[in-house]
Structures are given as structure tokens and as C-alpha cells.
């Protein structure tokens, strides 16, 4: 009993060690969409833009996608953006059949699997579980980032949580700084 709880402290201490920041300031992204329109994160300013990164093979990016599009429908008019970024090797050809999959109906576009890992702050040597999500509030700082084995995306609650998150980010005032986070323990 004494290793098996040894094993799950450490285990929850490798996994708090390589946490990305929350909230950070959101980095450049910038991506050609399927339909060939040019997506730039700094001309979403203003906005509130979820994004996902995906593959396009993946059952869970694709429950994803479905919330989001629903999502873009309902908060789209008051400023809510979805974008998603489909890191797989020849993502290109494959992402029409996955926005008719899911009913996506925002942009997404081919991206570099490397980028998206360092945009989202996972180290290579550890697995990239997905989908990703990351939020970013009016101000272009990331407020909010789950990967596809955190409990927030299970797919019971994964829509709900979404909604919350995107309501109070919609909420808040351009101008309005986020909440400092509290502080990581070492």
C-alpha cells in the first residue's frame, strides 16, 4: 500500500511539474484555413476564441468540434470565435471530411505539430493527449487549456464546462484584467 500511494504522489507531482501556465499571454498563430481564408490569432482581438487543436482521425476531436460548432452558433454573435488547428500528418485533404463529420463551422486549418506543442506547453517527451483546447479572453491572454484526459472534457460535462468558461470570458470587459492565477507549488 505504502508504494502505491508513494507511486500516485509522484505521479501527480511529474503531472503538476509540466503544467502549462494558466493564464498566459496567448502567442502568435497563424494558419491558412481549408476554404483558404488567412487566420491571424492578433485580428481575433476583442474576441473570445477557443481553440482546438485536433486530429483529424480522433473520435474525441471530433465530440469536440460538434460542441464547439454549437457553440460558434449560439455566442458567435456576441463575440466568441472557434478556431481549430489540425496537427496530423496530412491533415490538409482529410479536414473537409472532418468539418462534414462534425458540423464545424469555423475555421480550421493545417498546423505544425511541434508549434502547437510548444504553444500549449508540452514538452516532447511527454504524450500529447487530444483533443487540446485552449481559451483566450478579449485581452489575448489563455485563460483556460484542457487536453483530451482531463476530467473537464469528459463527455458528459466537456459542453457545460465550455459554455461556463466562454459565458464568463463574454462577460468580462475588453479591458478587464483576468484574475492573477495562484501561484504553482514547487
Known amino acids: 500500500m505504502r508504494i502505491a500511494a508513494s507511486a500516485l504522489l509522484a505521479a501527480v507531482f511529474v ?45 474525441g476531436c471530433k465530440h469536440s468540434a460538434g460542441i464547439l460548432a454549437k457553440l460558434q452558433n ?17 491533415a490538409g485533404p482529410k479536414i473537409p471530411m472532418f468539418v462534414r463529420e462534425t458540423g464545424a463551422n469555423f475555421p480550421i486549418g493545417v498546423y505544425n505539430g511541434d508549434k502547437a506543442r510548444e504553444y500549449l506547453q508540452i514538452p516532447l517527451m511527454n504524450r500529447m493527449m487530444m483533443p487540446q483546447v485552449a481559451i483566450v479572453d ?4 489563455i485563460r483556460e487549456q484542457h487536453s483530451g484526459d482531463d476530467p473537464w472534457m469528459a463527455p458528459a460535462i466537456e459542453e457545460m464546462n465550455l459554455r461556463k468558461t466562454i459565458e464568463k470570458l463574454l462577460a468580462e470587459r475588453p479591458g478587464r484584467a483576468p484574475a492573477k492565477a495562484p501561484a504553482k507549488k514547487k
Open 15 to 59: 503531472f503538476s511539474a509540466v503544467a502549462a501556465d494558466v493564464p498566459r499571454p496567448a502567442g502568435p498563430v497563424e494558419f491558412i484555413s481549408y476554404t483558404g481564408e488567412q487566420v491571424r490569432l492578433s485580428g481575433l482581438k476583442g474576441k473570445v476564441v477557443a481553440i482546438e487543436f485536433l486530429l483529424t482521425h480522433c473520435p
Open 138 to 141: 478579449r485581452r489575448g491572454t
Open 74 to 90: 449560439q455566442y458567435g454573435p456576441r463575440g466568441l470565435q472557434v478556431i481549430g488547428l489540425a496537427i496530423d500528418d496530412g
